[in-house]
């Protein structure tokens, strides 16, 4: 049995939740893709890239299958993407 939370179940808040952080770490990943384009020392910015590699790689494996039923109400009410499944 799920334990609710303010009429969010625990598993609907740790869909949630895991869907924030993959956001925030993609957008981290844009970032130092960013940066790595503008930096003219080649090691810097291959290291700055090999950084994005790792974000993205965490992203992907934070993120939980897309929510269905009760948890796709959820991401439409907290304003969060839905995440594509594998």
Same mark, same amino acid.
């Not at 949630?16 to 910015?45: C, D, T, W």
């Not at 790792?54 to 995440?83: F, H």
């Given at each position: 049995? !799920? ?5 969010? %179940?625990? =598993?609907?808040?740790? !869909? ?6 993959? /956001? ?5 990943? #844009?970032? $130092?893709?960013?940066?790595?384009? #503008?930096? %003219? ?6 290291? $700055?890239?090999?950084? /994005?590699?790792?974000?993205? /790689? ?5 993120? $939980? %299958? ?13 304003? =969060? ?6």
């Amino acid at each position: 049995m !799920a334990i609710r939370i303010k009429g969010t %179940s625990a =598993l609907e808040f740790a !869909a949630v939740a895991a869907q924030l952080r993959a /956001a925030q770490y993609r957008a981290k990943v #844009g970032q $130092l893709r960013r940066m790595a384009e #503008g930096e %003219s020392i080649g090691r810097l910015r291959d290291n $700055l890239l090999k950084l /994005a590699d790792q974000y993205e /790689a965490l992203a992907g494996t934070t993120e $939980l %299958s897309r929510p269905e039923g009760d948890e796709r109400k959820l991401v439409r009410r907290t304003g =969060l993407p839905a995440i594509r499944g594998h």
